[in-house]
């Protein structure tokens, strides 16, 4: 979180600088925040070289130079704060792809779509450069750079990047795992809006076959699934097959709600 360790510390002008900069970044005074984490960086060096204090303004210096793309800037920086902290609190995982997360997440939330796709992006790189490109949480990266895609409006780049992290996925836990589900559905759904009608019947069924599976017969998500096939079917004009399909999901609704 940008400049979280400000409340921490008791008043001084370390803790004043902190302040302005993080008033300037909110405002989207990115010169100016600059200018004050600066300032603070120089009043936490009084306090020693490897004062947390010091990490801390490192840290929010990084998150600043990452919002505006500095990624080279804040590398060497981020180092140092790291070797900080692994001083003061022991070895720890490098977070440089989950600061880039958050930080990205950030942007979705907000609809700065481009900003997030860019920042994630980066992140995808890192988690890919630290753990693999085979890894279940690169996976779960390019899930979300996905769904950053699907917002815009780019389903050609989506479904790209959804059929990369279902590669993944398959490899590390099989091509029957429940936790396929996601991807198998967004996937489906994605190809169904782009036409390609019979891509979409085979992961639809491939998911309803996992739901039902570990899920239950009558579980709501299964007719929510059998509803998607449904209109799956209607669009290659097999009108008997898709009402056989509501008729199963309306089945499940109407037992659920007894």
């Given at each position: ?16 600088h902190?302040?302005?900069a ?67 609190y ?37 988690w ?27 389903f ?8 990369r ?94």
């Open positions: 979180m940008f400049f979280g360790a400000c409340a921490t510390a008791g008043p001084s002008r370390w803790e004043e902190t302040n302005a993080m008033a300037a970044y909110q405002e989207g005074r990115y010169q100016a925040a600059e200018a004050e984490l600066q300032a603070a960086l120089l009043e936490a060096e009084r306090f020693g070289p490897e004062d947390p204090r010091v990490a801390s303004t490192l840290k929010s210096v990084v998150t600043l130079y990452y919002s505006t793309g500095r990624f080279e800037e804040a590398a060497p920086l981020q180092r140092r704060a790291q070797a900080i902290d692994e001083k003061i022991g070895a720890r995982p490098a977070n440089v792809p989950d600061m880039l997360a958050n930080l990205a997440a950030l942007y979705l939330r907000q609809g700065r779509y481009k900003d997030a796709q860019r920042i994630f992006k980066r992140s995808l790189a890192e890919e450069r630290a753990l693999g490109p085979d890894h279940p949480r690169v996976a779960s990266a390019q899930n979300v750079v996905a769904e950053i895609y699907q917002a815009q409006g780019l050609e780049e989506a479904a790209a990047m959804l059929e992290s279902l590669t993944i996925l398959e490899r590390a836990f099989g091509s029957d795992s429940p936790g396929l589900t996601s991807n198998l559905r967004r996937l489906g759904q994605i190809y169904f809006r782009q036409g390609r009608y019979p891509e979409a019947r085979n992961l639809l069924e491939r998911l309803l076959a996992i739901q039902e599976r570990s899920l239950g017969p009558d579980d709501p998500s299964i007719a929510e699934t059998l509803e998607t096939q449904a209109k799956v079917l209607t669009k290659m004009k097999r009108e008997a097959e898709a009402a056989e399909l509501e008729a199963r999901a309306q089945a499940i609704r109407t037992k659920r709600s007894e």
